[in-house]
C-alpha cells in the first residue's frame, strides 16, 4: 500500500459489535482499513486465542496491505456467574480471549511497526467492568481488569519505541454480547442501567467506536484507560437521597 493511501487502520474482532462499528466509521471517513475475525464479515480469519494463527493473520495483512497504523483490539467474550459456580475451565476462556488474546495481537505487530519506521497506535476494549465490583461479574472483570494493566505496562515499555498505546473502557453498550433482547423495553435490568446513566440511555456501538478514533488521534496520551460509558460509572449504590 502506498503512503499516498493515507494511513491503514486494523480492526482485530471486526466482525460484529463494536470492531464492525469501528470498521464501518473509519470506511465511511475514507481510511483504508483490515479486519480480523472468526466470526461475521471480516477480511482475515483469526483466532486471537491461537498465537501461530495471530502470526499468519500479521503475515497476509502485511503482504496484502501493509502494516497499520491504528491497531484496535475488540475481540472479546462475556461471562455471568458467582465465583462459586463458576467453572476453572471458564476461567481459562475468559482470560485467554479477553487478556492473552489482545497481549498477543499488540505484541505481534510491534516489531513490524518498527520495521515501518513511523509511529503507531494501539488500543484495546477494556471494560468499566475493570474496576467497578458487580456480582456475578468476577470473571470478566478480572479478565478485563488484566487487559488494562497490560496496556499500561505496554505503553510504558514501547513508548520509546514511538508506539502509544491505550484503552476504552465501555459500560452497558447494545451489541450481540448483550443477547437478542438487548432493548430498555424489553429487559427491566437494562431499563435500570439507562436510568442510572447520567446521559440517560444505554451505549451504542458506534458511541465507542468514535471514542476509540478519537483515541488513536491523540498523539500526546498513551497508557490511559479512557472510560466511555455515558456516566453510568458516576452512580454510586450509597445515595444519599434515598439512605436512611
Excluded at 24 to 52: F, K, L, M, N
Excluded at 96 to 109: D, F
Excluded at 146 to 165: K, N, P, T, Y
Excluded at 193 to 216: F, M, N, P, W, Y
Aim: glycine share 12%; net charge negative.
Amino acid at each position: 500500500m502506498s503512503d499516498e493511501a493515507g494511513p491503514l487502520a486494523l480492526v482485530i474482532g471486526g466482525g460484529s459489535g463494536i470492531g464492525a462499528a469501528l470498521a464501518e466509521a473509519y470506511r465511511s471517513q475514507g481510511t483504508p482499513t483490515v479486519t480480523w475475525d472468526i466470526a461475521g464479515s471480516h477480511d482475515v480469519a483469526c483466532d486471537v486465542t491461537e498465537p501461530d494463527a495471530i502470526d499468519d493473520a500479521v503475515g497476509v495483512t502485511r503482504m496484502r496491505w501493509g502494516v497499520p497504523t491504528f491497531v484496535t483490539v475488540t475481540a472479546g467474550v462475556g461471562h455471568a456467574g458467582l465465583l462459586t459456580e463458576a467453572e476453572p475451565d471458564a476461567f481459562d476462556r475468559v482470560m485467554r480471549v479477553n487478556a492473552r488474546g489482545p497481549w498477543l495481537c499488540m505484541r505481534a505487530w510491534v516489531g513490524a511497526t518498527q520495521d515501518q519506521g513511523t509511529p503507531g497506535s494501539f488500543v484495546a476494549v477494556s471494560s468499566v467492568s475493570a474496576r467497578l465490583v458487580d456480582r456475578s461479574m468476577g470473571l470478566y472483570g478480572a479478565s478485563k481488569a488484566a487487559l488494562s494493566m497490560l496496556v499500561q505496562v505496554a505503553a510504558a515499555e514501547w513508548g520509546e519505541l514511538g508506539i502509544r498505546v491505550n484503552a476504552v473502557a465501555p459500560g452497558v453498550t447494545r451489541t450481540p454480547m448483550l443477547g437478542p433482547s438487548a432493548t430498555v423495553d424489553d429487559s427491566p435490568w437494562l431499563a435500570g442501567v439507562a436510568g442510572r446513566t447520567a446521559l440517560g440511555r444505554l451505549g451504542e456501538a458506534g458511541d465507542i467506536a468514535q471514542s476509540i478514533i478519537a483515541l488513536h488521534a491523540m498523539e500526546w496520551v498513551t497508557g490511559q484507560v479512557l472510560e466511555c460509558d455515558g456516566g453510568l460509572s458516576l452512580h454510586s449504590p450509597i445515595n444519599p437521597r434515598t439512605s436512611r
